[in-house]
């Protein structure tokens, strides 16, 4: 961002609700809310004094690689993407990290958070490294328990961008990394197959 911003360019990063230093539910990961906060602050940067309207992009990585492209279905002020290493199916990025048992029993509890939910009103909290087991170099780094909503895992394995990418209509930019331990390179490879704009 840092050098985007020294060649010209204006740039703005934005907390997701309920993360960082937004309003919200904390530790509660809906994709779809997600893609719905980028859109309004994309918005917003376009009512900005000094601001082209007509001349905006978007950058995402990982999580926020598939969000800028259900984004970019959904404003129509975007002119261009670019995204890297980008998890464009939540639902083969999840049984991607977990074993298939786990992956199972982790989606039957994430349901069971919900019934629960529905009736007492409250969400059930895991580890967040339940719902995504770290590679051993994020495990290094994150070593402090962080709790999710069960209900996070329903959700991401719901959130599939990949569904939409035929539906771009902008040129989009495009980083994926073989051998990457967290995200698979296929995500990229399914999107840059997919879109049917300049890549």
Known sequence: F????????????????????SDGRANHLVPAEQVEDVVN?????????????????????????????????????????????????????????????????MKERAFQAIATKTVSGEMAMVDRFDIVPPDPHSRARHTTKQPFTLESFYHVSNHE????????????GIIGIHGDILVPVEQTTWLYDTLPTPK
Do not use: C
């Not at 961008?161 to 989009?172: D, L, Q, S, T």
């Open 2 to 21: 840092n050098l985007l911003a020294l060649h010209g360019n204006t740039m703005m990063t934005i907390a997701y609700r309920g993360f960082g230093g």
């Open 41 to 105: 602050a994309i918005e917003h940067l376009a009512l900005r004094p000094g601001i082209d309207p007509r001349n905006i992009g978007i950058y995402g990585t990982s999580f926020g690689g598939g969000n800028a492209i259900l984004a970019a279905n959904r404003s129509a002020r975007l002119r261009a993407a670019f995204i890297t290493v980008p998890v464009t199916s939540g639902d083969h990025w999840l049984r991607s990290v977990h074993r298939f048992h786990e992956y199972q029993t």
């Open 161 to 172: 961008p990949i569904e939409e990418a035929h539906k771009v209509a902008i040129p989009v």
